[in-house]
């Protein structure tokens, strides 16, 4: 048995529907910042500096009893002492002193602050820890809401306001853009992310540096900016989920808004919480589940902070391809191989000309014979430039091509103008890559093209990348509108459910009543019953019929085959007899002073495909849902697929369409079809189980499901009580 593991999951964020309005955090009237001084090099200097250059209309508070005036502006010895109420307060401090004057901002009616001062959790001290338990109580308490601690603030570009110490920003502001950044690191969300994405072209709405987020977390910003309109797209960067149903509330109304939220998740290879007993458990990381839950609510999920602003650059619009056929046409035979094996690679289809395209190119390049795509035309545009400009007019107005890629290297102006026109006016994404130069304009380059809002890309990957992506959230939108909200099967029995597990005296249920647990939600279980001496046993096993497979029922034994209490295919009397004695004296072998409540006779059931189902809990998203191959298998192969409660069947047949072995479903070799649709339904019943039984429930293990030519059995499960 795998012993369970304690989680300090700390005080509890705020309930996913508690939502505040952030307009006056980002764009205040009047700001304090406690801490403010005249010298830059230091950080209270630094941001002060940066909230005065950044030259918007917000007033300019100074705050340190020591000063009478800092950078040009008057200084004032305390909140209290202000001149009037701002709306938001920067607090650089040492962490000791942070606490008494967010309750001096509170008691002058602040509603926002701003904790830059470390010192709290990420020292991994029970003080640190203490110190941030105390700000977050307060904010629960007061319904004051901050940033922090331990951040590096924000960029408004939208309204023109900056609270922060970063050196990422120019001497001239930079120009609002409709990309927004959020991220707890001020290093990455604001230089590798949004000073790189600026360098690239693309210009930010806002921008989060948010640290330790022990009140307001990277959803309650991400959520603002989708429900602006100053943004149309939200990049980031984030070490874990704080709490899944904000996650959820927030990736909703992004996909409503058809507002893409790109992400770069860090340490994939975080394992996460194992719970105490499941194969599911055991095998769940934390990082596969994020993964899931980001397919499944429709985030794009990348691989470095590069590919974070590189995706955006595809997804700026909403002119996202309908289907997943591009067309290239270039001048460089070698880039034909690099995007044929890219878009192979990403499951992409390169469109086959229709006829009257195939009419059209002939025309402009006549004795070309019949164009492939990726179309090269290295040999014949050297003659007459505009061939190029032509060719790309014919192959983007084909009807079979859902995205148009034009590939420049060592290019004239006028042609990479004429693909940039037709990437305005097409009503069709054109995407243009670019690896070269401008032969006859070197100031002009790929950054230029992206700034004037063309999808473009010095890169093979980076371009293909971006085109893959979008296709993608087309894809999810699709899908999305064709669903409808989940719906609770008919057959499914809460109450008593709940009483079978309430009566339960062990935290881990036998084998029995957890199937009694799940048959009240419809799923399908093996015909059993107890014995508690041999000849009970063979009694049982002639009135269920023969052959019968003998298991001990132990609480104290969720996995019998590991402890050696099972015997399977019994077909006499006599088998059953001996097979009693052994499983008896296997179990007490195992762990001895284990309870035995006596022997589980249970119906053989007939061959076919093995699969495990359960669910397990997630430190953000509660009880989890997964799918996989099953039997003595499941943690060597670990082919599982995750998702969220709860699903419909388009979800859950979509679940085993991501297994390795579901080819093992459809039949192969000579096997027949497995009845999948059944498989779906149990899928679903125990999604809705975990959004009913969620808060008596830890973990389900469901280890055999047998998938037959028609419908599909439960032969084993395990429950254990939250």
Known sequence: MIEPKTVNAGPMPAAADDYTDLSRFFAPRAVALVGATDDTTRFGGRVLHQMIAFGGPTRVLPVNP?????????????????????????????????????????????????????????????????????LRNFARTTGMRFMGPNCNGFMNFVDGFAMTATNSLPTTRPRPGNIGVVGQSGGVAQVSVMWRAQQAGLDISYQVSCGNCADLDPFDYARFMIEGDATEIVLLVLEGIPDGKKFIRTAELAAEREKPLVIFKCGRTERGVRAAASHTGAMTGADEVYDAAFRQFGLIRVEDTRELYETAIALRGKRWPRGRRPAMVTQSGGVVVQMSDFGEDLGLDWADYTEQTQTRLAEIIPGYGRVANPTDLTSVVSGKMTLFSEALDAIAADANVDVAIPVFTMARRAELDHAAALALASPKPVVVLWTGGCRDDATHNVAGMVRSGIAAYADTQACMQGVHAAIRYREFLDARRRRAAPARPPGCDANLARSLIAQAQTQTLTERTAKQVLAAYGLPVTAERLARTAAEAVQCA?????????????????????????????????????????????????????????????????????????????????????????????????????????????????????????????????????????????????????????????????????????????????????
């Not at 001149?83 to 967010?102: C, N, R, S």
């Not at 039984?693 to 469901?702: F, H, K, S």
């Open 66 to 134: 020591g000063r009478s005036q800092a950078q040009g502006l008057r200084c004032y010895p305390s909140v209290t002492e202000l001149p009037e109420t701002p709306d938001h307060v920067g607090i650089i401090l040492p962490a000791e002193k942070v606490l008494p004057v967010l309750e001096e901002s509170h008691a002058r009616g602040v509603r926002f602050a701003t904790v830059f001062s470390g010192g709290y959790t990420e020292t991994g001290t029970a003080r640190g820890r203490e110190l941030q338990a105390a």
């Open 542 to 722: 002639r009135e269920i019929g023969m052959p019968v497979a003998l298991k001990i029922e132990s609480p104290d034994i969720p996995h019998k085959t590991e402890a050696g209490a099972i015997r399977l295919g019994l077909c006499t009397d006599a088998d059953v007899q001996r097979a009693f004695g052994e499983v008896t004296d296997a179990a007490r072998r195992y762990r001895a002073g284990a309870t035995i409540d006596g022997v589980l006779i249970q119906r053989m059931a007939p061959p076919g495909v093995e699969l495990i189902l359960g669910l397990t809990t997630n430190p953000a998203f509660g009880l989890v849902l997964a799918a996989g191959i099953g039997g003595i298998l499941v943690e060597a192969l670990h082919d599982v697929a995750y998702r969220i409660p709860p699903i419909d069947r388009a979800e859950a047949h979509a679940m085993l369409g991501e297994l390795r072995a579901y080819a093992l479903l459809e039949g192969v070799r000579g096997q027949q079809r497995r009845d999948i649709d059944a498989i779906a339904d149990c899928i679903v019943r125990l999604s809705w189980l975990a959004v009913d039984l969620g808060d008596t429930i830890a973990e389900v293990d469901v280890n055999p499901i047998i998938a037959f030519e028609h419908g599909a059995c439960i032969v084993d499960a395990l429950l254990v009580k939250r």
